[in-house]
């Protein structure tokens, strides 16, 4: 048994135009996940008005995603290669749009916030499928490469549309007599029939492998990871943090659950895991850095976001638009690696992203608001805003643009070299693994910098406070103060959270220029040397 995917020798003009579509469908499935995770963020507030959902809960409307879709995302992955890529992905994307049917039209909580975790048990089907559908119909070369990029470029793009929709969206006065909150739900439905409805037209079905589904290790390892989530999720809020008993329950149930998991593998004949897949060490460096370059993408989306509304005083819709160029340069920097990677060896294209990374995050880390009492008194005078000194043309944008160059120059590559020479078989799985290390990675990374951010932010707000109350003379009140005190805190947190996330890039691209060793000759074929075939 080998460990490669199948490959075409050359592509027909009939060919060509089958593979076209078909990354269509693909991007399609991917944007609609992505912006998912996103586009459900602005309507927040909205939605708490309209089902009477309290502040504490509305959380979990984020979380609730996060957690069904970094959980059972192996198990997803492992179905595709027992069951069929194609079949797993129509299933995923259908049961993503219907559960988002369901949420448009939510009449209380608890129907929201079960259509959400049924989205993400979608997106966790959906979403291995399609990158293992892109592995096993794409041919090795330039085909594979360009679907590599538009598959990518979609992860930005996703998150920063999302943004731009749910702005606008939530804006909107009652179309057809539906809240515009709704409408966030709604608009991917048609995404996801659609995808579904073309699937078989584009795609040859996957061949079903000898198997069986290893239920205990299903059992284990989904609710291991979804243990793990959940911890991470609570560890990053303020009304918990990390020293909760909440979270550091779920965190050691995660990590036995886990372990147990492991010793399940290595014990049955068809493991939903197989452990050779991490035999590669250049697949294990890819996997490593893709658990931390989503950290810092998130916490650029998350942080930054927030900072352009509470201190620079951007509407929900204006933010959405400043995020705008990420998406343009996203798309930009993944088509060119696309077309570099087959030129230059990932481990250049990757470093160099990595480190544009770190100079992003630095950059925001640099964002410069009043400081002194009096500053900071006179800044918010007459209605203005602690940040109206922050230039988006000059101190954002740049930043902006160069972390979406880094991250089209990561996920490329990386994802190439990830599922590059995986046995036919294992293309699901590996894709899952992939997946899983992105979404466990980016909430294990957004717990650690809200961790940093609320240490930084409560520590500014304590010393602040006193400050200015002294620099007001009488002249505000302690409650007008508050906000203001919150919103210097806010500030010093997220500069904070920026710059241990530039830190945390720094130490990608060491893993990547280290251990990643693999030569841009070899992504161009599935044909193995002899001996270096994972068996």
């Known amino acids: 048994m080998t460990d490669l995917a199948p490959v075409a020798d050359e592509v027909t003009p009939e060919q060509h135009k089958r593979l076209r579509w078909a990354l269509v469908l693909i991007s399609l499935a991917q944007l609609m996940v992505v912006l998912d995770s996103t ?21 979990w409307i984020v979380t609730g995603y996060a957690l069904t879709f970094g959980g059972f995302l192996l198990l997803g992955g492992r ?17 993503f749009a219907v559960a988002s049917l369901v949420g448009g039209f939510a009449q209380n909580e608890a129907m929201l916030l079960g259509a959400r975790a049924f989205q993400g048990l979608g997106a966790a089907l959906a979403s291995p499928a399609a990158l293992a559908l892109i592995a096993t119909t794409f041919p090795a070369g330039k085909e594979r490469n360009r679907a590599f990029a538009v598959y990518a470029a979609m992860a930005g793009v996703g998150a920063a549309v999302g943004l731009i929709l749910g702005g606008w969206l939530t804006g909107l006065d009652s179309p ?10 709604l608009i991917v439905v048609p995404i996801g029939l659609g995808a579904a409805f073309f699937a078989p037209r584009f795609f040859d079905e996957s061949e079903r492998h000898e198997g069986e589904l290893d239920i205990p290790g299903a059992i284990t390892g989904t609710a291991g990871l979804l243990a793990i989530v959940f911890g991470l999720s609570r560890a ?18 995660g990590v036995a659950l886990l372990a147990l998991f492991i010793v399940v593998e290595t014990r ?3 493991p939903l895991l197989p452990f050779r897949i991490f035999a590669s060490r250049n697949r294990a460096a890819a996997f490593a850095v893709m658990m931390i370059v989503p950290a810092a993408m998130f916490a650029m989306f998350f942080f930054l976001s927030l900072f352009i509304q509470l201190v620079v005083g951007y509407s929900p819709l204006h933010t959405g638009f400043a995020f705008l160029p990420f998406s343009i340069a996203m798309i930009i920097s993944a088509t060119a690696a696309s077309k570099l990677v087959s030129t230059v060896d990932p481990r250049f294209l990757s470093g160099i992203g990595t480190i544009l990374s770190a ?25 203005g805003h602690l940040g109206d000194g922050v230039n988006y043309w000059t101190h954002v944008l740049p930043f902006i643009v160069l972390m979406a160059f880094g991250m089209g120059l990561n996920f490329v590559p990386l994802t190439l070299v990830a599922v590059h020479r995986l046995r036919a078989q294992d293309s699901g799985i590996g894709s899952g693994v992939l997946n899983t290390m992105q979404q466990v990675g980016g909430a294990l990374g957004l717990a650690t910098l809200s961790t940093v951010a609320l240490h930084f932010s409560q520590s500014r707000t304590e ?24 919103i210097v805190g806010f500030a010093d947190g997220a500069t904070s959270a920026f710059l241990v996330g530039s830190i945390m890039m720094l130490a990608a691209s ?22 270096v075939a994972v068996h």
């Open 39 to 59: 586009i459900a963020n602005i309507a927040l507030p909205f939605i708490g008005n309209d089902l009477s959902i309290e502040q504490a809960n509305l959380q």
């Open 79 to 95: 179905l595709a290669d027992l069951m069929g890529r194609r079949l797993i992905f129509m299933v995923g994307v259908l049961l």
């Open 176 to 185: 057809l007599g539906i809240e515009g909150w709704r409408y966030t739900f």
């Open 236 to 253: 990053g809020q303020e009304e918990y943090g990390w020293g909760a008993t909440s979270t550091v329950l779920s965190l050691a149930l």
């Open 268 to 270: 049955v004949q068809h």
């Open 359 to 383: 100079i992003a995050l630095f950059g925001f880390s640099r964002l410069d608001v009043p400081d002194s009492p009096t500053g900071i008194l006179d800044a918010v005078a007459g209605g």
């Open 463 to 486: 010393e602040v406070a006193p400050q200015l109350g002294a620099a007001a003379q009488g002249q505000l009140t302690p409650d007008q103060l508050g906000p203001i005190a919150g």
């Open 510 to 531: 060491v893993i990547v220029w280290i251990f990643l060793d693999v030569h841009h000759d070899e992504l161009a074929t599935d044909d193995a040397p002899e001996g």
